[in-house]
């Protein structure tokens, strides 16, 4: 799975959110993607291929393990403040995507 890219959250937090939290920094943006990926990496390791598995792009990447990473990002991002968002369902999606 290659890096996420920063646009890539639009589909799990709205660009103002991200923009108020982060006050557009985006290297906030980019460690939150960093840890994320690290997190996953972490919990396949064992179990997987995570070589290959990172080094997929575009349509090869696993689109399931792409969302988890992006909601687990955005966890990280959104412990900053709790600008306007509802703090639970984000926090039920990171340990959705903690638990898979």
Excluded: C
């Excluded at 799975?1 to 709205?14: C, F, G, H, N, R």
């Excluded at 982060?22 to 943006?29: A, F, H, R, S």
């Excluded at 349509?59 to 600008?83: D, P």
């Excluded at 639970?88 to 959705?96: E, H, P």
């Amino acid at each position: 799975m290659a890096s996420i890219q920063p646009d890539e959250l639009k589909t799990v937090i709205y660009e103002y959110q991200l923009n108020e939290i982060t006050e557009n920094d985006k290297t906030i943006v980019l460690s939150a993607i960093e840890a994320a990926e690290q997190d996953i990496y972490s919990y396949l390791n064992n179990l997987y291929d995570t070589d290959a598995i990172f080094k997929a792009q575009g349509s090869g990447r696993n689109q399931l393990l792409v969302e988890h990473t992006k909601n687990i990002a955005v966890w990280y991002i959104i412990r900053l403040s709790n600008v306007d968002i509802i703090y639970d369902v984000v926090k039920d999606r990171y340990d959705r995507a903690i638990n898979w």
